[in-house]
């Protein structure tokens, strides 16, 4: 009986000096120091458009395939409010990373109001993508995503299809 809690302990022991299996040499994102940066959208060219309404269903962030923190701040926007630039999401990047991977995903389906009616806008599965140096980030603290509503409304079966045509500025 003796050996056999003899061996446990030093089991016990031994688990504890290695870490239960954990790497020692683990290097997470949350271990090194950050920046915060911001991810808005600014609606332009709205036409006659008097609303549209559209929900971000997601933004997600990497650098070097790992990804980053991301606070979500606002998932439902009127693009046509020229002068917000609505605020998306804050994004945590560790020093030292070159450049951060992003994606603003859009929900299924939004509204819009215009002269000549109103209706829904089907958005399911669109998404911007892009990547920006960490130095362009640095000089505003912030990206902001320019869609040209114009362009990015098209009528489609008695609906309008957002397909995104956007400029992104730092």
Known sequence: MKT????????????????CGE???RNTLKD??????????LGQDRGDLSSALLSVASVTASTRGQ????EPVVDTMDLTQMR??????????????????FSVLFDDAGGYES???????????????WRAPVGWLQRNGHVVI????GRSLVPHEGAMRLIPNAVINY
């Open 146 to 149: 320019h869609m040209d509503l």
């Open 32 to 41: 090194q120091r950050t920046e915060v940066f911001e991810v808005r959208m």
């Open 4 to 19: 056999i809690v003899k061996g446990l302990v030093l089991v016990g022991i031994a688990a504890l000096l290695t870490g």
């Open 23 to 25: 790497s020692r040499t």
């Open 115 to 129: 002269a000549g009616g109103n209706g829904w806008v089907e958005s399911r599965g669109m998404a911007i993508a």
């Open 84 to 101: 917000q630039a609505w605020l998306l999401a804050r994004v945590r990047v560790p020093e030292g990373a070159p450049d951060v991977d």
């Open 67 to 70: 990804p980053l923190e991301v």
